[in-house]
């Protein structure tokens, strides 16, 4: 075997494994969004269904009162399902609770820095 037909063997096998690592991205980034979802999902089992739908709303910046009006219900309900979730959260603010939950989708590196 000369030489050319050596290195032709080596970058073979260079792109055979570049193509099992981009494989391998692939897989782990489909890993890493059902991990997001798992999370997302672990964070919303602590509340029932209607604290489920004022929080989602809060995600998407609503308040209060345009909450009240999207679900059709009185002031004092909502603002009921508020202190639920800021009790389950243990959190002084919506604003906080809602940090909380986009918090899960941050890199464990990128917490650190937060909150040193």
Known sequence: MDQSEKLLMGIENILSVASDLVDEVARLKCVEEEC?????????????????????????????????????????????????????LNTPSMTEAVQQFLNLHQEPSQKLIRTS
């Open 36 to 88: 997001k979802i798992l999370k997302e999902k672990v964070f919303m089992n602590q509340f029932t269904q209607a604290e489920k739908e004022v929080f989602a709303l809060a995600i998407d910046g609503h308040s209060v009162s345009e909450i009240q009006d999207i679900l059709h219900k009185e002031e004092c309900t909502i603002e009921n399902h508020r202190r639920s979730i800021l009790k389950k």
